[in-house]
């Protein structure tokens, strides 16, 4: 009996012992983890700084006034990409995995380039490809890119609702017939993505489309607005990304060209943007998916918990609420209001990446959840599905005063009618390249419910 009653001893230490590590690794799943490739060092560090610091100050403000999400902390790290895609793939490597036995929910590495370049990489890996705004715009068919999110506009909805406001300020798109549109667009994968749906918009309304190209960073413009001059477009549309943007507006204050027929993409929408071109921006249009200010509701509660209480991720507190980092808080609530669909499904519980996907693809924003996030105003209504992982497709015009941002026009909508056949026989043609599935969106509830 005492032999029995020694071996029970034993057992019940080595169970103990067992059992430590294994709470340990309990606990700690328990955080749902997001790697970010940033960037806060080069000519786009502007960017890279706003967006990720809105971005970690939104998942900041979940763990300090709500206590997560359900009850799952929420943890990340940084990697610095510099925007450097090799730099960009490395970091998608050594992070991909999780930290601390925390999974990953997904990656959000706010850069076409790397985009491009970890795409299969995240879809083998069964990690959501995040893409606010940007990334291929095929990869809004869901049905060939399971993995891959251009949340709320992808390029070719840009420029489509670009069109459509020039042709609102035209008196009807009928108006745009014999038209001169330039497009000065950032020698990158990113600038180069709506070459092809531009001339398909000049030759279905008649307008005359010139591309002209600025190499990386975008210090040196002089030539291509000297081209401009000589064109006398009657727009330019600017697809800048960081330099590239203060530069282009001194250069057409230079040549003659008037700011208020320059209309900025969404990534030539910023303060910081604007503000260093100095008199030369005064009257510039560009487009928005959010507006800057403190005002909102969400904002109020990121000054009371997280930069009044030392823990915000700004170097300087005057960027808080500007464009970059209200974006990055949008893309904060969407990635976790994502997590939270998922968890409804799941379980309230740290989930793997697949898991998260299936949250993102069933990610339903309304006016009800929007004021419930104190997001109103913020963030549009949002519907994603199986087929379609981009749910937005609306901008909103913004003018520059010399001093701030104000909105100078309602919701206009890309023309998604058009812009679907091309996304999906694109899409089509990329699964055909590389023997891919294309899933059956037909049984999915968003779909059926058109």
């Not at 890996?125 to 705004?133: E, H």
């Not at 990158?188 to 307008?207: C, H, M, N, Q, R």
């Not at 990055?328 to 976790?336: T, W, Y």
């Amino acid at each position: 009996m005492t032999h029995n009653f020694q071996a029970l001893a034993l057992a019940l230490v080595a169970a103990a012992v067992l059992a430590t590590p294994m709470q340990a690794a309990q606990a700690q799943s328990e955080q749902q983890y997001f790697p970010l490739q940033s960037y806060r060092v080069g000519p786009y560090a502007a960017g890279g700084t706003g967006f990720f610091g809105g971005f970690i100050d939104y998942l900041q403000l979940v763990n300090l006034r709500d206590g997560g999400v359900n009850g799952v902390k929420l943890s990340w790290s940084e990697c610095e990409t510099e925007y450097v895609v090799e730099k960009g793939v490395e970091c998608y490597e050594r992070l991909k995995k999780g930290l601390n036995g925390a999974p990953a929910a997904a990656t959000n590495p706010l850069s076409v380039g790397i985009a491009y370049a970890t795409l299969e990489r995240s879809t083998a890996d069964k990690l959501p490809l995040i893409t606010i705004n940007h990334g291929r715009t095929d990869s809004t068919d869901g049905r060939v890119f399971p993995y891959a999110f251009p949340l709320q506009l992808n390029p070719y909805s840009e420029v489509s609702a670009i069109v459509n406001y020039i042709g609102q300020k035209s008196g009807g798109l009928e108006k745009l017939k014999g038209k001169k549109i330039v497009t000065l667009y950032h020698g990158s994968p990113y600038g180069k993505e709506t070459i092809p749906v531009l001339d398909i918009l000049a030759k279905k309304y008649g307008f005359k489309i010139l591309h002209v190209e600025v190499p990386h960073p975008g210090n040196e413009q002089q030539s291509q607005w000297l081209t401009i001059r000589r064109e006398k477009p009657d727009w330019v549309i600017l697809r800048g990304w960081g330099v590239m943007n203060p530069v282009a507006l001194k250069n057409a204050q230079k040549v003659g060209f008037p700011a208020d027929h320059v209309i900025g993409n969404i990534w030539s929408n910023s303060e910081d943007d604007a503000a260093p071109a100095g008199d030369a921006a005064k009257g510039y249009l560009s487009i928005t998916t959010h507006p800057s200010g403190t005002g909102f509701p969400v904002l109020k509660d990121l000054k009371k918990y997280v930069v009044d209480a030392g823990k915000g991720n700004l170097a300087d507190p005057k960027r808080f609420g500007n464009v970059y980092y209200n974006l990055g808080v949008v893309n904060g609530i969407l990635n976790v209001e994502a997590l939270r669909v998922a968890q409804a499904k799941f379980g309230k519980r740290a989930l793997t990446g697949e898991e998260v996907r299936w949250g993102f693809e069933n990610l339903r924003i309304d006016d009800t959840r929007l004021k419930e996030l104190g997001a109103t105003g913020l963030v549009q209504k949002l519907t994603l599905s199986c087929a379609d992982h981009e749910g937005g497709g609306a901008v909103r015009f913004q003018q520059w005063n010399g001093q701030k941002w104000t909105l100078v026009s309602d919701w206009i909508q890309a023309d998604r009618a058009l812009l679907r056949p091309i996304i999906e026989a694109s899409a089509t043609k990329y699964a055909q390249e590389k023997g891919l599935p294309v899933r059956d969106c037909s049984k999915d509830p968003a779909v059926a419910s058109r």
